[in-house]
């Protein structure tokens, strides 16, 4: 790539925010989905969000990382979208995921 880092940084955060957005407004995506497919969910990026936080030294708490990816208090998004995993979602988690 022949762009500047701080460009490069620019380009990712917006990628970054696209890609919240897009997981905020397809709350008919479970998180146990997006593991057995792709191996992260929205968790998982407000993990990551947080360990970036916490590598520059930002205050950053774990509930704000997910309020940061969810759009809302995550408690609330579980009451409002989280639905109830099936057996085979369950097994699939099992077989495809280590440490999840």
């Known amino acids: 790539m022949s762009i500047d880092s701080k460009t490069q940084t620019e380009l990712e955060a917006a990628v970054f925010r696209r890609l919240v957005e897009h997981l905020r407004n397809r ?13 992260f ?3 998982c990026l407000s993990n990551w969000l947080k360990d ?3 590598e520059k030294g930002a205050a950053l708490s774990k509930d704000e990382s997910r309020e940061a990816v969810y759009g809302m208090p995550y408690e609330t ?13 369950s097994d699939a988690l099992k077989k495809s995921n280590a440490g999840h």
């Open 52 to 54: 970036a936080a916490d």
């Open 27 to 39: 709350t008919d995506v479970q998180n146990i989905d997006l593991m057995n497919l792709a191996g």
């Open 77 to 89: 998004w579980k009451s409002k979208y989280q639905k109830e995993t099936s057996p085979a979602q």
């Open 41 to 43: 969910c929205r968790n």
